[in-house]
């Protein structure tokens, strides 16, 4: 039978994409009306209809960002950029809608301030091979996509602003909904995913009340959003409540010269992203300075996120779906120091209080290398490898199916090549390591690949299509991955030769049990 190659009928009007063999591509689909304007700062509001054939051949542009360092490990060359930037990309090899194929939507990380859904890391032209229709996904970022103001809060029906960015995640959710039969997609079978702030994000998707349906199993990679409520954010560890949220947005606007809202919406893009709280106009680097985060996470709105991610499990209130949830083994390898090396003892015995003494037991520092070395391995721990856990232990506590995992190949990172983020002998799997084997997108860099390599990606895409199919990762002949059970904790060790086992670093992973509770304490 030959088919249309390049045309699918969206709700909105018809795309044009290419072929690449038997996957079709289309780039840069409009899933919502463009953010600007006296749009900036509203919920996404619906894409119009157009007339005649949309070419959908080139990625969208990505959301206002500063731009990595080219000597950072997650820069693969410039991208255009725009407040006009919600656009979501589709990989198929679905030749009409009577094929239901399972579909991935896939959250891009980056900490809410950078990054986007063109990155050749997702890639979904291998996925889509195996028979799953990939989504990417362009979101409001940093201060664009998550800042809280009183004059915002007055305007919305609900008395309440920020997470534009979680509103846009849920519009592109909806628009798979209204849209995937057209490119071979089952809108029944939809899992959502992400890695880092794509993991918090899906993650909080999963407290949203008005998500519920739109998604049937996640998966999370590096990260989830368990902490407790804070003052601040920017750590990863925790919310920020509305009040808290609305008076930063009061001091960055104070420091910007801006009063209303109107005036607000009147600054150019770039200069609300690279301010500083303190009036300072920055390149915004990576890492971030001081002072930035806390205008750009998510909040506790009392509307669109009613309670904070934590609690919401807790009480078993979450998305009742299947979820794969683990992190790399050398999380923390490329994340800056979270407490300076210079002062790593003071502010540890600060902030770890009664618990600094078995800290010290279960990450030695006896050199300036290991306090270094432990000290990224503070927030890596904290903020990906417990968060993790913490999401799997208390979806399988409330009955619902877990599998938990480690990915521990360690990609082939030239040796003589170091990167802003560490040197590259000390990066072993590290943060986002995992996604090239998931995509299998290894040919985005050209190192040393080994057949290790391919075989690890091998099982975790199996693996992973088994789970987006069916809900279940197990099957084909792949050793079998245990569901995870909070009293006897295992995971699946994901590898060229993965196997089955308890969770590794329990005591060191644990130990944020405390230090997590002592903070909701101090709420």
Same mark, same amino acid.
């Given at each position: 039978?030959?088919?249309?190659?390049?045309?699918?009928?969206?709700?909105?009007?018809?795309?044009?994409?290419?072929?690449?063999?038997?996957?079709?591509?289309?780039?840069?689909?409009?899933?919502?009306?463009?953010?600007?304007?006296?749009?900036?700062?509203?919920?996404?509001?619906?894409?119009?209809?157009?007339?005649?054939?949309?070419?959908?051949?080139?990625?969208?542009?990505?959301?206002?960002?500063?731009?990595?360092?080219?000597?950072?490990?997650?820069?693969?060359?410039?991208?255009?950029?725009?407040?006009?930037?919600?656009?979501?990309?589709?990989?198929?090899?679905?030749?009409?809608?009577?094929?239901?194929?399972?579909?991935?939507?896939?959250?891009?990380?980056?900490?809410?301030?950078?990054?986007?859904?063109?990155?050749?890391?997702?890639?979904?032209?291998?996925?889509?091979?195996?028979?799953?229709?990939?989504?990417?996904?362009?979101?409001?970022?940093?201060?664009?996509?998550?800042?809280? =103001?009183?004059?915002?809060?007055?305007?919305? !029906?609900?008395?309440?602003? *920020?997470?534009?960015?979680? %509103?846009?995640? $849920? #519009? /592109?959710?909806?628009?798979?909904?209204?849209?995937?039969?057209?490119?071979?997609?089952?809108?029944?079978?939809?899992?959502?995913?992400?890695?880092?702030?794509?993991?918090?994000?899906?993650?909080?998707?999963?407290?949203?009340?008005?998500?519920?349906?739109?998604?049937?199993?996640?998966?999370? =990679?590096?990260?989830?959003?368990?902490?407790? !409520?804070?003052?601040?954010? *920017?750590?990863?560890?925790? %919310?920020?409540? $509305? #009040? /808290?949220?609305?008076?930063?947005?009061?001091?960055?606007?104070?420091?910007?010269?801006?009063?209303?809202?109107?005036?607000?919406?009147?600054?150019?893009?770039?200069?609300?992203?690279?301010?500083?709280?303190?009036?300072?106009?920055?390149?915004?680097?990576?890492?971030?300075?001081?002072?930035?985060?806390?205008?750009?996470?998510?909040?506790?709105?009392?509307?669109?996120?009613?309670?904070?991610?934590?609690?919401?499990?807790?009480? /078993?209130?979450?998305?009742?779906?299947?979820?794969?949830?683990?992190?790399?083994?050398?999380?923390?390898?490329?994340?800056?120091?979270?407490?300076?090396?210079?002062?790593?003892?003071?502010?540890?015995?600060?902030?770890?209080?009664?618990?600094?003494?078995?800290?010290?037991?279960?990450?030695?520092?006896?050199?300036?290398?290991?306090?270094?070395?432990?000290?990224?391995?503070?927030?890596?721990?904290?903020?990906?490898?417990?968060?993790?856990?913490?999401?799997?232990?208390?979806?399988?506590?409330?009955?619902?199916?877990?599998?938990?995992?480690?990915?521990?190949?360690?990609?082939?990172?030239?040796?003589?090549?170091?990167?802003?983020?560490?040197?590259?002998?000390?990066?072993?799997?590290?943060?986002?390591?995992?996604?090239?084997?998931?995509?299998?997108?290894?040919?985005?860099?050209?190192?040393?690949?080994?057949?290790?390599?391919?075989?690890?990606?091998?099982?975790?895409?199996?693996?992973?299509?088994?789970?987006?199919?069916?809900?279940?990762?197990?099957?084909?002949?792949?050793?079998?991955?245990?569901?995870?059970?909070?009293?006897?904790?295992?995971?699946?060790?994901?590898?060229?030769?993965?196997?089955?086992?308890?969770?590794?670093?329990?005591?060191?992973?644990?130990?944020?049990?405390?230090?997590?509770?002592?903070?909701?304490?101090?709420?």
């Amino acid at each position: 039978m030959k088919r249309s190659a390049d045309r699918a009928w969206t709700a909105s009007g018809v795309v044009i994409g290419v072929a690449d063999g038997d996957v079709r591509v289309f780039r840069g689909i409009p899933y919502a009306a463009a953010p600007t304007g006296a749009l900036r700062w509203r919920p996404p509001a619906a894409m119009l209809s157009w007339a005649g054939d949309r070419p959908a051949t080139e990625f969208g542009p990505r959301c206002v960002q500063a731009d990595r360092r080219a000597d950072s490990i997650g820069f693969f060359g410039l991208e255009r950029q725009s407040e006009d930037c919600l656009y979501l990309n589709v990989w198929t090899a679905g030749v009409s809608g009577h094929d239901r194929l399972p579909v991935l939507v896939w959250l891009h990380g980056g900490a809410l301030e950078i990054g986007s859904g063109a990155l050749p890391l997702s890639d979904g032209t291998e996925l889509a091979r195996r028979g799953v229709v990939v989504v990417t996904v362009n979101y409001r970022l940093g201060r664009l996509g998550y800042l809280a =103001h009183p004059a915002l809060s007055v305007e919305s !029906v609900h008395g309440s602003s *920020g997470n534009y960015g979680l %509103m846009d995640q $849920l #519009a /592109a959710l909806r628009w798979v909904q209204d849209n995937i039969r057209a490119f071979g997609g089952d809108p029944d079978a939809v899992t959502l995913a992400g890695q880092s702030a794509g993991a918090m994000s899906t993650s909080a998707l999963m407290a949203v009340p008005a998500a519920a349906g739109l998604f049937h199993r996640v998966a999370l =990679h590096s990260g989830a959003t368990f902490g407790p !409520v804070g003052d601040t954010a *920017g750590t990863g560890d925790r %919310m920020q409540d $509305l #009040a /808290a949220a609305e008076n930063s947005g009061v001091r960055l606007s104070a420091a910007i010269g801006a009063r209303t809202a109107d005036e607000l919406r009147a600054l150019p893009a770039a200069l609300v992203q690279a301010v500083t709280i303190d009036g300072h106009v920055d390149a915004v680097p990576s890492p971030r300075p001081p002072g930035r985060f806390d205008t750009s996470w998510l909040i506790v709105d009392g509307t669109l996120l009613p309670s904070d991610v934590s609690t919401v499990f807790r009480q /078993a209130r979450q998305a009742a779906v299947p979820m794969l949830t683990g992190s790399t083994a050398d999380d923390w390898s490329i994340m800056p120091p979270l407490w300076a090396v210079e002062d790593f003892e003071a502010t540890a015995r600060r902030e770890l209080e009664a618990n600094y003494k078995r800290f010290t037991k279960l990450f030695p520092t006896d050199s300036p290398a290991s306090t270094e070395r432990v000290a990224r391995q503070v927030i890596g721990y904290r903020n990906f490898i417990w968060q993790n856990f913490a999401a799997a232990r208390a979806h399988a506590a409330a009955g619902h199916a877990a599998w938990h995992y480690r990915f521990e190949q360690v990609p082939p990172v030239p040796r003589d090549q170091s990167y802003v983020e560490n040197t590259a002998a000390e990066l072993g799997a590290y943060h986002a390591s995992d996604v090239y084997y998931l995509f299998g997108t290894m040919s985005a860099r050209p190192w040393s690949w080994t057949e290790q390599d391919h075989a690890a990606s091998e099982h975790m895409m199996r693996y992973w299509v088994r789970f987006m199919t069916g809900g279940d990762p197990n099957g084909g002949g792949d050793p079998f991955w245990h569901r995870f059970a909070p009293a006897a904790p295992t995971s699946m060790h994901l590898r060229a030769d993965p196997y089955a086992g308890p969770t590794p670093d329990i005591a060191r992973i644990t130990f944020w049990d405390r230090y997590f509770d002592s903070k909701n304490d101090d709420r």
